[in-house]
Nanobody, 120 residues
Framework: QVQLQESGPGLVKPSQTLSLTCTVSGGSITTNHYYWTWIRQPPGKGLEWIGYISYSGSTYYSPSLKSRTSISRDTSKNQFTLQLSSVTPEDTAVYYC????????????WGQGTQVTVSS
């Protein structure tokens, strides 16, 4: 059974960098052909896809967030990390990590989500 767990600060100040880590258990993040994804849901809004890092280490980001987003991984710890720079209150959301099978936007495993609030 694959499990994903998000971790990171729940409060970030405007203009700072948001950093969240997803720890994966029950499966390796280097296994073909999974795409390890970050998704968020702002209050009162729908899900927003942020980006992924693939089993091979390639990355792809939402065009609207690309200039501020970086996703990396630590294969020794079976973790992947989201960094979102220059945050504003509009980045306040519940952030989820999820596993995408084959890059087809089919998410079979999710973390429970973590609330991040951007406020001074």
């Amino acid at each position: 059974q694959v499990q994903l767990q998000e971790s990171g600060p729940g409060l970030v100040k405007p203009s700072q960098t948001l950093s969240l880590t997803c720890t994966v258990s029950g499966g390796s993040i280097t296994t073909n052909h999974y795409y390890w994804t970050w998704i968020r849901q702002p209050p009162g809004k729908g899900l927003e896809w942020i980006g992924y890092i693939s089993y091979s280490g390639s990355t792809y980001y939402s065009p609207s967030l690309k200039s501020r987003t970086s996703i990396s991984r630590d294969t020794s710890k079976n973790q992947f990390t989201l960094q979102l720079s220059s945050v504003t209150p509009e980045d306040t959301a519940v952030y989820y990590c999820a596993r995408d099978q084959g890059g087809f936007l089919y998410y079979d495993y999710w973390g429970q989500g973590t609330q991040v609030t951007v406020s001074s």
